[in-house]
């Protein structure tokens, strides 16, 4: 049983380093770098997490092929919990194609289905000593509505779990008024371009706003280079980062933001912990490599 539990998304990453997204269509294209690397939201957070020592457990689905049993291997290798019926026969496991330019952004490639797209509610098990869980890939799965979402979050509420709700791109603008599960999300995350999309004015201080009168405890909007955003109030990173890629940055703000949450830290110093993870992700290239370099 683990006291951390992250839902949601694991997939393969298809890096491509050095793209120059107005040539790379129009032809031949050398690339500067290509690798395979695990991603998902919930794998990169639930990797970090263990990383530092956390007590974590992954709920996910996974096709049960050669890139689902990779991505098990991981989870084994890494002493990391899931679910016992992980892989899936009725799924294919996810490869996105991450295109990275020179300013380390990113574009992606994916397919229309695929395991991340299959979670459902009745997949989900939350561990009975869990303290803390975390929804990382809010509007990935189709099947996690409102509605169900809503009966989630209030029958974990219910239970005294902390509960937490990472957002994902959405795939069209979302009126967040929508949203009453939001009621039960102690800790809700967004970057700032989901922030946008999320509002109906388009910015993110409204988005902040809008969300919280949903019933939301707490709502952080990632910003990237200038930290995050929280109550009005920017808070900046302490340590400048340089930039390489941005793939994952934001997985890594969330993981270390329970990290505090999980040693009982303030939400300040948790911010703390966030912005330092997630600088780090950003000087390497894939979501999690940062580990194998920083101490």
């Not at 194609?97 to 380390?104: C, F, S, T, W």
């Not at 509605?147 to 979050?153: P, T, Y």
């Not at 993981?255 to 912990?273: D, P, V, W, Y």
Request: aromatic share 10%.
């Amino acid at each position: 049983m683990s006291k951390i539990n992250v839902l949601g998304a694991a997939c393969v990453d298809l890096l491509v380093q050095g793209v120059d997204k107005e040539k790379v269509f129009s032809g031949s294209y050398k690339a500067d770098r290509i690798f395979s690397m695990y991603g998902g939201d919930a794998l990169n957070e639930s990797i970090v997490l263990k990383h530092f020592g956390c007590d974590v457990r992954l709920i996910s689905i996974l096709g049960n092929d050669s890139n689902g049993r990779w991505i098990k291997d991981k989870l084994d290798n890494e002493g990391i919990a899931y679910n016992p019926d992980i892989l899936r026969d009725d799924t294919f496991t996810y490869l996105s194609i991450v295109l990275i330019d020179d300013k380390g952004e990113r574009y992606f490639i994916g397919t229309r289905d695929g395991n991340i797209k299959s979670l459902k509610t009745e997949d989900i098990q939350v561990d009975p000593d869990c303290r803390i869980a975390c929804l990382a890939s809010l509007f990935i799965s189709p099947f996690l509505d409102n509605a169900s979402l809503e009966k989630l979050f209030r029958e974990l509420k219910e239970r005294g779990i902390t509960t937490c709700c990472d957002c994902s791109t959405p795939k069209e603008t979302r009126d967040i008024g929508r949203f009453s599960f939001l009621q039960y999300v102690d800790y809700f995350f967004c970057n700032h371009q989901e922030a946008e999309m999320l509002s109906k004015t388009g910015n993110i201080e409204d988005t902040a706003e809008e969300i919280k009168a949903m019933g939301a405890g707490h709502v952080i909007i990632k910003c990237g280079a200038k930290g995050c955003y929280y109550e009005g109030k920017y808070y900046a990173p302490e340590e400048e980062c340089r930039v390489i890629d941005t793939t994952g940055a934001g997985d890594s703000f969330v993981a270390g933001f329970i990290k505090g949450l999980s040693q009982n830290r303030n939400i300040e110093e948790c911010i703390r912990i966030a912005n330092r993870f997630g600088g780090k992700a950003c000087g390497y290239t894939g979501a999690t490599t940062w580990l194998e370099k920083e101490q």
